[in-house]
């Protein structure tokens, strides 16, 4: 492995020069702080484009020769570039270049990137998602949670409506389940991209659709299950527009908030009754009851 760092945005030469030696995996350790609301909140302003960031990198290589080589390269076009070399145990490069790339478990699902697919014969419904920008791989507790809850209904013949589906995940999940008609929408074209890349590599059946749109301006269809992984501040000025989309005796699956924020969410949703509550890493999801 090659440990890189640098003060500068000499990124893409870094990039260019190791990609001749074949690199097997680049960590990224720079630290991005997220903005207020994080990344998938519409109502904060455009997000100015970061400073540039001190490059740091470790670039894993699968044997030392193409390391070495790599560093002489880096030395020669890039000489202000400190890089070391370091030796690591084959399972240890292995185990960390997979690490946040990895298959991961929640309810009866299991979301997985196309390179960490489960045996065909595991006893959960898998959910294959093509990492990308679009927010939803598993890998954030909201989006665990929301599948955790969803595991636990019977969505035979519900309709479902999932409002911001980032990577199209609780959609699948709903489709998945059963013969339930399932609309997933998002503001963004960039996730409704990415998840129509995504439900392409699963079978999934023909009851399942993809929308741009902002429910807040343009009211979706109402239905018997609303999934809502949002923010608390979306869900709490939101509450009145979405609870007006779960139908009658309908139940609606409410995340992407926290212990600050849970009062006013479930203060927004007067008219549910609250079934369930999770919690993981500080975040909450509801399952909620009309
Ligand atoms: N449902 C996925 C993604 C949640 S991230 C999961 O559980 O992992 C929240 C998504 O909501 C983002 O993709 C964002 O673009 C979308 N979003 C935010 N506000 C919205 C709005 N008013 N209407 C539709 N989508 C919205």
Not at 105 to 120: M, N, S, T
Request: proline share 8%.
């Amino acid at each position: 492995m090659l440990r890189a760092a640098v003060v500068d945005d000499s990124e893409e030469l870094v990039s260019a020069v190791i990609a001749d030696f074949s690199p097997v995996a680049i960590h990224d350790l720079a630290e991005r702080p997220l903005p207020p609301g994080g990344l998938w909140d519409p109502t904060y302003p455009p997000i100015p484009d970061p400073p540039p960031t001190p490059l740091h990198w470790n670039v894993c290589f699968s044997d030392a020769r193409e390391r070495d080589s790599a560093a002489a390269a880096i030395r020669a076009s890039l000489p202000h570039l400190s890089v070391e070399s370091v030796d690591l145990p084959d399972e240890d490069w292995a185990a960390r270049s997979q690490a946040a790339l990895k298959a991961v478990h929640a309810g009866r699902f299991i979301v997985a990137p196309p390179w960490d697919l489960p045996a065909e014969d595991v006893a959960a419904t898998v959910i294959v998602i093509e990492p990308s920008m679009g927010f939803g791989t598993g890998h954030h507790a909201t989006t665990r949670m929301c599948l955790r809850l969803l595991s636990e209904i019977d969505v035979a013949d519900a309709t479902v409506l999932d409002l911001g589906t980032g990577s199209g995940v609780l959609s699948m999940a709903a489709a998945l389940m059963g013969k339930s008609s399932v609309v997933g929408i998002d503001i963004d074209q960039d996730a409704i991209d990415s998840a129509e890349t995504s439900a392409r590599l699963n079978t999934l059946p023909d009851t399942l659709a993809f929308q741009v749109l902002d429910f807040r301006n343009d009211a979706p269809k109402p239905a018997d299950l609303v999934l809502a992984n949002l923010t608390g501040g979306m869900l709490t000025s939101s509450a009145a527009s979405m609870a007006a989309l779960v139908r009658p005796g309908g139940q609606m699956i409410l995340s992407g908030f926290d212990h600050t924020e849970v009062d006013r969410v479930v203060a927004g949703f007067a008219g549910f009754t609250e079934a369930e509550r999770l919690t993981e890493d500080n975040w909450i999801a509801l399952l909620l009851h009309r």
